[in-house]
């Protein structure tokens, strides 16, 4: 079982920075993968940018050179770093983790979610 804890939403001018931070808890040495996503009112959850326990990065194409992804796993805490935010930007942002089997751990591969933060972006 994993626990996913974020923070660092809420309300910035277009233009401005934010840094979203997600703390992982329980069975984290099952976590191959960690991921943030969006969801805007009426819109389907979108994948925001993702990486892989070797390093690896995906972003959506909206966000590439603007947003960054990166992960500390001595801490278990994973990173949103947002730049140059637009109006566009605005939805509720949620941290993903993937785990895989971990003899003595984790007996399956599955999907964890955080609870959400709000991000809005003011023009």
């Known amino acids: 079982q994993v626990q996913l804890v974020e923070s660092g939403g809420g309300l910035v001018q277009a233009g401005g920075s934010l840094r979203l931070s997600c703390a992982a808890s329980?069975?984290?040495?099952?976590?191959?993968?960690m991921g943030w996503y969006r969801q805007a009112p009426g819109k389907e959850r979108e994948l925001v940018a993702a990486?892989?326990?070797?390093?690896?990065?995906n972003y959506a194409d909206s966000v590439k050179g603007r947003f960054t992804i990166s992960r500390d796993n001595a801490k278990n805490t994973l990173y949103l770093q947002m730049n140059s935010l637009k109006p566009e930007d605005t939805a509720v942002y949620y941290c993903?983790?993937?785990?895989?089997?971990?003899?003595?751990?984790?007996?399956?591969?599955?999907?964890?979610w955080g609870q959400g933060t709000q991000v809005t972006v003011s023009s």
């Open positions: 329980g069975d984290t040495i099952c976590i191959s993968a």
């Open positions: 993903n983790a993937y785990t895989v089997p971990c003899v003595g751990y984790c007996s399956r591969g599955q999907d964890y």
């Open positions: 990486i892989t326990s070797g390093g690896s990065t």
